[in-house]
């Protein structure tokens, strides 16, 4: 079912200063870069450009690793959501998060060192800090710390010439690499996070491998259907629900959901289990152009269903009533589908935030009535649909933070204001988060009903919580943990996604990109809502927005919204509209456009206008 990662053990003597230089200047920096920059989610560029930063990083990640006294750090070679000829790293920190942010700027320095002298002035620098960290070290100061780097990588054909290159230069540099082979995002994130041990709470079992990872949340998922025995109220698997059909975007999601598949067939010849969904997988890696009119960035951008490449008989008699889009590298989920009518709907991360975050607090609730131990809350990025957060916070009633685009922020901002922190940005990147409140609350709830009948429902509560910390993988967001969390949230309510998507109606909204010569000249205040810079642009936009608002009407009503910001991953800016018609929105992503073409460099032919009802 999964193969062992391979382990290599680094040079017990460090090389010399000589052949750690002629290592970076064998791979130099490419005279189409100016300066790498460390995107919303770590270095991302065409692949033939990479070489030079993938050495440099894997020296890094030894030495990181090193600063924290020998915790476990992890490379992920992947471009995620982008098309083939990109690729890029994410760095996953000794807790299985993102790269610390104060650690960037260090990536960043190494990454655009001119010279390897340069780079080996900012290499002995970080040395001497990761010792002067660790003095246990220094009656050696040749020897750094033990060092552990994990490497995992997706599907596409240059990730493992670039993973061996971050092999390479952290074995140099003396480290163990720890090589996953082809694996998805989400999953190097939780072999990190589990090989540290002592920062995983105690009621999630250590499994720091791929059976490991699929075992903890097949199993956990499977115990939480189970308790909809008990209450007399879920426990339906309704017609549409009984099998899911998974949009692998022609990436590594594909083959490891397919894991999960087996591992569904032999629980339900066990009967160990019930209610567990067939599981189908389409576009698989081969069968198709990678992230191309399918997973989860199309679908929930161009709000279209994917293109299914997989050979038509693998879709003979299923229905298109219950599906789901991974990206590429199978950390984001979104779910749709086709209803009677034929009608494409998209369920994105804001539906996902609305449906996690009002599960969590109704079983909360159920033991402790007054919602008062622990504080509950959504992240949300400015992409977030104007109803989910009106919903969410009336509805819902929950506390509703904005925070910058990137799961490095909205992770950040969960950590820091919710003992339970939902996060979830619309394009279906999220997971919740469960700090050390919710662990005692857990712990004293335990306390207080052992001896009380199974079937009691803050008992059944008090089960279903205690399973969620290992479903959902905290590390990251993870498509088939929050797909299967989904998929049980729904069981449980007896729903199928026609109930779900009717919780709330979204805004119509209107995504796009458009090029510019230089995209970093567009700055935006801390929540990306306003560009701070170009100053013209802002105020372009603004006027536009208020004669949307005049023209709709909508003087009480939600207001028609628009921004725009630089990608931090592909070479464009982005533009978000919303209003309270389709049109509405259209043509206002259409004007946002042109300001930027006109204002900020636009590259190319001008930007065509979207035509209302194209859909
Ligand atoms: C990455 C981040 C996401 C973020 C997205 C935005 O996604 O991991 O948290 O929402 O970038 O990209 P941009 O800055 O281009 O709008 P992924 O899935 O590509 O790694």
Redesign the pocket.
Known sequence: MSSAPKIHRGNSVPISNDQLAALIDAHPKPSAISNYSY???GFRYEASLLPCVFVRMGIFAALRSASLGGEEVGVMIT????PEPDNGM?IADSNGGMLDAAWEKHAVSLANAPTPKQALVLIDTLSKYALGRHPLAQGNPAKLPKMVVHVGRDTRSHSPPLANLVIRAALAMGATVIDHGEVS?PMLHHFVMHANGHLLPSIIPQRCNESGYYEIMALSYAALLRTGKLDGVGGKRLAHTKELVIDGACGIGALKIDTFRKIFDKLNAEGCTYGLPVLCTMNFPGEGPLNENCGA?YVQKQQLPPKLYSPEPKMLGLSKGYMTSF?G?A??VVFHFEDTQGKFHLLDGDKIAVLVSSFIQEELRCIDPNGQAVKCGVVQ?AYANGSSTLYLKNVVKTNVVIAK????F?HAAAHHHFDVGVYF?A?G?GTVLFGPKFYDFIAAADARLRGTPRNNRANIALRRLRLLPALVNQSV?DAMSDMLLVDAILFLRGWDLNTWAQLYSDMPTRQAKVKVADRTVITTNDNETAAVSPVALQKALQSAMDAMAVEENSVDGPKPRCFV?P????DAV?VYAEANTQSGADSLASEAMMLIYKLCGGVGSPPQPFISNRL
């Open positions: 995107g919303t989610a471009a995620s959501h982008n994410k995002t960035e990206d590298d950390d984001r990025t685009t990137g799961v490095k909205v940005e394009n990147h967001g910001r990608s931090g991953t592909e982005r």
